[in-house]
């Protein structure tokens, strides 16, 4: 698989359903089978959600007899931390003015 062919981690996360099967699939190896129990939506859609979590490579899978298996590949959520990371300093200073701000203005009540 190229890299212009693989799956931006960013789109692969932006659906809660994906990404609640991320979380699933970190507690323990999964079927298909398994997965759906946990999703009110059809096999084929769970089907659809694995392939692009595969596709960014968050998720691993293996044959196993006649099923195929899923769980978790954590590495490329790597990514996702450094990006928010960087913007964890903008958080830090409008907390902190917030802090601020209430310290200053609770001493005029």
Do not use: C
Request: net charge positive; no cysteine.
């Amino acid at each position: 698989m190229t890299d212009q062919s693989k799956q931006d981690i960013f789109q692969a996360i932006s659906d809660p359903t994906r990404r609640s099967m991320l979380k699933l699939l970190a507690e323990k190896e999964m079927s298909i089978t398994e997965i759906v129990r946990f999703f009110p939506i059809s096999r084929t859609a769970v089907n659809k959600h694995l392939h692009i979590l595969a596709n960014a490579s968050l998720v691993r899978s293996r044959k196993v007899g006649r099923e195929t298996r899923y769980t978790l590949n954590p590495e490329p959520l790597v990514e996702l931390k450094d990006w928010l990371t960087f913007f964890e300093q903008y958080w830090d200073r409008k907390l902190l003015a917030l802090k601020r701000y209430v310290e200053e203005n609770s001493d005029q009540t």
